[in-house]
């Protein structure tokens, strides 16, 4: 693990790569300046800084289909077909332009969200064994969504977890590349009281997430 770390430390540190993370993790500490919401189903790069080799080293997760402008990302939910989506991101002069994402994502969570979302990303530290964790320290009002925004942006769980004081509610998806067929997994916590998403754990192939909200 501490040579996956070395490595990981040493692209970081490698010539353009590591110039163009450093200035999207900058854009990221002021992301209305930088990322636009506000057209239905896309977020539209301002001053785009990411190239393709940049994106699986950001998200841990292998394109499903590269078309030389665009990169297709699929997620199957075998046991909820018609709740798989699909994200669509779109290059220009070798830069991401635009991420095409499904409408009911737009409807169901608020720009304001979205927005503070990518704040927390800007804040995140290096992770130790491949366990990146955000923690909201700085916003206020994140305009966190309730549970029934979550059931309507991705439907009914795959498993539902039920605890004194919340509930998570667990998806799993079927995600193809090229490189074979992945398993990605995320669970969204709610409090009781109020009903609202307090954390987010995402399992990918090599990493996981865990936002706190």
Same mark, same amino acid.
């Given at each position: 693990?501490?040579r996956?770390?070395? =490595?990981?430390i040493?692209?970081?540190l490698s010539g353009?790569?590591v110039?163009?993370?450093? $200035?999207? *993790?900058s854009? !990221?500490?002021?992301?209305i300046h930088?990322f636009?919401?506000q057209? *239905?189903g896309?977020i539209i790069?301002?001053?785009p $800084? !990411?190239e393709?080799e940049?994106i699986?080293?950001?998200?841990?997760?292998?394109p499903s289909?590269?078309?030389?402008?665009i990169?297709?990302?699929?997620f199957i939910?075998?046991d %909820? #077909?018609?709740?798989s989506?699909?994200? +669509?991101? !779109?290059? +220009?002069?070798g830069?991401?332009?635009? =991420?095409h994402y #499904?409408?009911s994502?737009?409807? %169901?969570?608020?720009a304001s969200f %979205?927005?503070?979302? /990518? /704040?927390?990303f800007?804040?995140a530290?290096?992770p130790?064994?491949?366990?990146?964790?955000?923690?909201?320290?700085k916003v206020?009002?994140?305009?966190?969504?309730l549970?029934v925004? =979550?059931l309507?942006m !991705?439907?009914? %769980?795959?498993?539902k977890?039920q605890?004194?004081?919340?509930?998570?509610?667990?998806?799993?998806?079927?995600?193809?590349?090229?490189?074979?067929?992945?398993t990605?997994? $995320?669970s969204?916590t709610?409090?009781?009281?109020v009903?609202?998403?307090?954390?987010?754990?995402?399992?990918?192939p090599?990493?996981?997430?865990?936002? $706190?909200?």
């Amino acid at each position: 693990m501490g040579r996956k770390i070395g =490595i990981l430390i040493f692209v970081f540190l490698s010539g353009c790569l590591v110039e163009r993370l450093l $200035v999207f *993790k900058s854009q !990221l500490k002021s992301p209305i300046h930088y990322f636009d919401f506000q057209t *239905k189903g896309i977020i539209i790069c301002k001053d785009p $800084v !990411l190239e393709k080799e940049d994106i699986k080293l950001i998200s841990g997760i292998e394109p499903s289909e590269d078309k030389k402008t665009i990169l297709n990302y699929h997620f199957i939910r075998p046991d %909820a #077909p018609n709740y798989s989506f699909s994200y +669509k991101l !779109l290059f +220009k002069s070798g830069k991401l332009k635009k =991420i095409h994402y #499904p409408e009911s994502f737009y409807k %169901a969570l608020k720009a304001s969200f %979205a927005l503070n979302s /990518l /704040l927390l990303f800007g804040e995140a530290k290096v992770p130790e064994n491949n366990q990146w964790v955000l923690s909201n320290k700085k916003v206020s009002n994140l305009d966190t969504p309730l549970n029934v925004d =979550i059931l309507q942006m !991705l439907g009914p %769980a795959t498993i539902k977890s039920q605890f004194h004081n919340g509930e998570v509610l667990h998806y799993i998806y079927k995600q193809p590349t090229e490189n074979g067929t992945k398993t990605i997994k $995320v669970s969204f916590t709610f409090d009781n009281k109020v009903s609202k998403l307090s954390e987010i754990y995402l399992q990918l192939p090599d990493r996981n997430w865990r936002l $706190v909200f």
